[in-house]
């Protein structure tokens, strides 16, 4: 199983960039992963974009970084695309992006983790956003690049606390690509895999 999470407009210079993460959880670690953050996160709710403009927000990310386990128990990849100046609401950049991360998912490079059958994305405010992703799937299956079998659902972070596993990896990264600032990244590196696009 896989949850994905994406930051837009992560601004480098005059560029604008698309992140998304996904984190691969097995079975076996949903339940004791989800205790372990509900433990750290007692009032059920998490935005590390929020968290980190908080006195302690730093110290506070880390504590949820390091419940992320070794290769075996979970992975990350993350993916980049530059946005173009015509794609005004990045669904081209953000299109590139999640058929790239579906096919990994789908078809891990190198064994890193078991084929990813189900992926919970965020879900968005407007219903245009979610069909747009599951159209991309749609078009992976009918290229063949990924099987039907590869189930899409989108779910609110507020009810799937495992959704705040990958916002934690596509913070972690801003604060490294963008402010230089790599101490949260250092904690996931290892179990990291970045692509970038063009």
């Given at each position: 199983m896989a949850y994905l999470d994406e930051t837009y407009s992560?601004?480098?210079?005059?560029?604008?960039?698309?992140?998304?993460?996904?984190?691969?959880?097995?079975?076996?670690?949903?339940?004791?992963?989800?205790?372990?953050?509900d433990n750290l996160v007692p009032d059920g709710w998490w935005h590390t974009?929020?968290?980190?403009?908080?006195a302690d927000g730093?110290?506070?990310?880390?504590?949820?970084?390091?419940?992320?386990r070794t290769p075996d128990e979970t992975c990350i990849v993350v993916d980049k695309v530059a946005v173009a100046d015509h794609d005004k609401e990045g669904f081209q950049a953000r299109e590139a992006v999640l058929r790239r991360l579906l096919t990994v998912l789908h078809t891990p490079e190198g064994g890193v983790h078991p084929?990813?059958?189900?992926?919970?994305?965020?879900?968005?405010?407007?219903?245009?956003?979610?069909?747009w992703d599951r159209s991309v799937r749609k078009a992976l299956i009918e290229d063949q690049a990924i099987g039907a079998d590869m189930n899409m659902v989108h779910a609110s972070p507020g009810s799937e606390h495992l959704l705040w596993l990958p916002d934690l990896v596509c913070s972690a990264y801003r604060q490294k690509a963008l402010h230089q600032r790599g101490d949260l990244f250092n904690e996931i590196e290892d179990l990291t895999r970045v692509i970038e696009l063009p």
């Open positions: 992560l601004e480098a210079g005059r560029r604008r960039f698309y992140v998304m993460a996904a984190v691969v959880v097995l079975p076996t670690d949903l339940d004791p992963l989800r205790n372990e953050l974009t929020e968290v980190l403009q908080a730093r110290t506070r990310t880390r504590e949820l970084l390091r419940t992320f084929p990813v059958r189900l992926v919970i994305t965020e879900e968005q405010r407007e219903a245009r956003k979610n069909n």
